[in-house]
């Protein structure tokens, strides 16, 4: 067997990955019992095992028997992991729920498949022997899929955690020197860094989906996994490092502190929303903003976004929709029989798309509007 040598490709690889297991065991074994810290050690642990696998099929491993579709293929575990860890810096009381165990359903999957087909080819000698039992597997349709599948998943749950580092976001601008905080910063970089790799990722799958820029698909996929060593090396050092574990903190003395607020200014702000929610019915303005609400009431769009997400637990949008569906199922219930079509009626509930009332009829109802009208009927 000749001697597995290494590129300066690969030394970067290997640096990032040694970096990030270095990291990820310390932030596993630390006695914090803070459960994003946990995570994001195990999201740094996934990273480094993907990278393996980058090395795995970049340098002469691949032809060492010993190693030939050792199971290393654990990047459908990275986007949900992402994803809670997101959930742990921006949600005061995040804990781990059954329902999450089936966001790693499909890597769950994958990986058994990975494991059950190394324990069928280790005991080979040749590599064609075993390549023939992984032909006979579908062992590359089983990677198209997989690859398919991660970039689908990389945009949902992108997509999710956008979202919720948004309200986090939009609720941090209740403090003035917001820019300034460590929870703002790290969560920004996160967002910065996820969204690169997921783009470059999703970039790379489209071309070769199509066969376009073949010519350069080894330099594409090096620099996503070059990229991909990056994050790793960066998660690793910056989530260890004394300033990244204060986020942790930060977010639990900020939440202190907007508490501290004069409950009687939020009670008033309060009041004055419901007020204009359920006796102007303002939300039955298409164009209607946080920000001109927020004139309107002549408070600021910060407290405002405070008040809702503290009181309501919601965004301002779906606090919005959640009485555009109410007054939607009212005029459902006084016109049955008449001619008025559901569309009519949610857009004059302040709707200003089929789909978007759709979609927030289904989320507060948890049924379609047709099925509901049946329901009344």
Known sequence: MMPVTFSLFEILIIIGLSQGLITASLLLTTQDKQLGKKILGVTVLVFCIANCRVLLHSSDLWDVPAFRFFPVG?????PPLVYLYLLSLTET????????????MPGLFFAIYDIALYIMVVGLESLQAKDQVATSFYFNS????????????TLFFIAAGGRKVYIYLTWLKQFKDYHSFPIYRWLRSLIMWF???????????SLDSLAVAMEVNTFRWRFFNLLLAFVTYYLGFMGYKQAGLKIHDSKLNLVSLSKKLSKDRVSVIEQKLLDKLTNEAVYLDPSLTLKTLATD???????LSMVVNQKFEMSFRDLLNKYRVSHV????????????????????SGFNSQASFYRAFKKFEGTSPKAYIDKIS
């Open 74 to 78: 654990m990047e459908l575990f990275l």
């Open 93 to 104: 009381d995040f804990h781990l729920r059954r329902k999450y165990l089936l966001y790693f």
């Open 142 to 153: 089983a990677n198209q899929i997989e690859d398919h599948l991660i970039v689908v998943m």
């Open 195 to 205: 969204v690169l790799l997921g783009l470059v990722l999703m970039i790379n799958q």
């Open 297 to 303: 009431m002549e408070v600021s769009a910060e407290n």
């Open 329 to 348: 199922k009212t005029k459902m219930q006084q016109s049955l029989g008449n001619q008025s079509t559901i569309l009519n009626l949610a857009l004059d």
